[in-house]
């Protein structure tokens, strides 16, 4: 399953992916603990996330790390992967 994470809350997401047709959920990351944690940012007042791309496993663990993914090339980049 694809998902989306952003700093912008409910609302901002639900009207950016109406905008764009996103065929994914955006989640919000807010309080920016998943951007730490994953390097999308580097510090809780970070104003905006940096584009990284991470495949999960169902098992939970990280299975590709793209640390400055293109948004139009990656998917692919990924489908071909796996």
Do not use: H, W
């Not at 510090?43 to 584009?51: C, E, F, I, Q, T």
């Not at 692919?76 to 992967?81: A, E, G, I, K, N």
């Amino acid at each position: 399953m694809i998902f989306g994470v952003s700093f912008d809350t409910v609302e901002e997401n639900r009207t950016f992916s109406e905008k764009f047709d996103f065929n994914y959920p955006l989640l919000c990351d807010t309080d920016r603990q998943m951007g730490l944690a994953y390097g999308a940012c580097d510090d809780a007042g970070a104003g905006s996330a940096k584009r990284i791309g991470v495949v999960i496993d169902t098992e939970g663990k990280v299975k590709a790390y793209e640390p400055a993914a293109n948004a139009s090339a990656y998917p692919r980049q990924v489908l071909d992967m796996l």
